[in-house]
């Protein structure tokens, strides 16, 4: 295989109760990128469109990514990559996952298909690390194996692929304020109350069982953040509002995508998910701040091969 193109989807990770240790792949949102193998050895990134990201190798997620698994399997040939951002970075969307993860993938192709898919995710954390200072699992896990995911542990590296029941839908609304992982972790506190600790594990566990048993209400039950989301949704203009549309529309429950702004609402079924989209965009605009919204099945297969 000399080239190829494929689409690395958006993320929400956390899903409320799981900081840093779960995440869900969407199906209508993503980036798409190029890999062209070159004689010449090194990385070089020709294009990246809808988004102002750096050309620096070193600097860009998916070029660093590239470079060191190009490094690290001696590779005796290079890459030429190319960037489509379908959404901004800064989203809280995964964006940064998506590209490292996306060019994780590329780049194992290209190098015949070399890595497994736990090594693919150490290697696309290293493009979190590169992007946001932390190498966090959640989004870039989720987007390489699809579906749900579960960071059962960082060291060694653990993930759990979870079942999705049939039904559910994610409504999301990003509303165009920039919020910067690094920033949105700076807010976090260091210690936690052991009773905050119960309930947010008691939640974690609630809400993997009901993925399990196709329980929508344990799911709904469950997705309660007690120790981030209070400390993060100051940044987040109308977040309650948001939250308070979504749950009255009928929503399972709803929350902060990853480290925001972007805030999803998980539903049963389509037509719940139709009124949650409707009371969410209600609820915004008058707000004076434009937003973005879509609804998504969650997607099963992540990262897939366009060409
Ligand atoms: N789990 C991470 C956070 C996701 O919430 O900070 C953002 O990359």
Not at 6 to 30: E, H, K, L, R
Not at 66 to 94: C, N, Q, R, W
Not at 218 to 241: H, Q, T
Request: aromatic letters at 8%; proline letters at 4%; one cysteine or more.
């Amino acid at each position: 295989m000399n080239y190829l193109k494929i689409f690395a989807p958006a993320t929400v990770a956390n899903v409320s109760c799981g900081f840093d240790s779960m995440g869900f792949a969407v199906d209508q949102v993503g980036d798409e990128m190029s890999f062209t193998k070159t004689t010449k050895k090194g990385v070089k990134i020709t294009a990246i469109t809808g988004a102002n990201l750096t050309f620096d190798v070193d600097k860009n997620a998916a070029g660093a990514v590239v470079k060191k698994m190009l490094l690290e399997a001696k590779a005796d040939f290079g890459i030429e990559l190319t960037i489509h951002k379908g959404y901004s970075p800064g989203s809280g969307l995964g964006s940064s996952a998506a590209s490292s993860a996306g060019a994780a993938f590329g780049a194992n192709q290209l190098l015949g298909n070399i890595y497994s898919d736990l090594e693919l995710t150490k290697f696309a954390m290293f493009g979190e690390q590169v992007a946001c200072g932390t190498p966090i699992a959640d989004n870039v896990s989720a987007a390489i194996y699809g579906g749900f995911v579960l960071v059962r542990s960082y060291s060694p590296l653990e993930i759990i692929k979870l079942p999705v029941p049939s039904e559910l839908r994610v409504v999301a609304i990003h509303p165009q304020v920039e919020v910067k992982t690094k920033d949105a972790r700076e807010v976090l506190p260091t210690e936690i109350a052991l009773k905050d600790a119960v309930t947010q594990w008691a939640n974690v566990g609630g809400l993997i069982s009901g993925l399990y048993s196709d329980n929508y209400s344990l799911i709904s039950n469950s997705l309660v953040d007690i120790i981030v989301e209070p400390y993060r949704k100051k940044l987040i203009p109308f977040f309650d509002d948001v939250k308070n549309a979504a749950t009255k529309a009928g929503a399972l429950g709803a929350g902060i995508s990853g480290s925001g702004p972007t805030i999803f609402a998980l539903c049963k079924g389509d037509d719940i998910a139709k009124s949650v989209y409707k009371n969410i965009e209600n609820s915004y605009k008058n707000t004076g701040i434009d937003f973005e919204m879509f609804i998504s099945k969650v997607n099963h297969e992540g990262i897939k091969i366009l060409e």
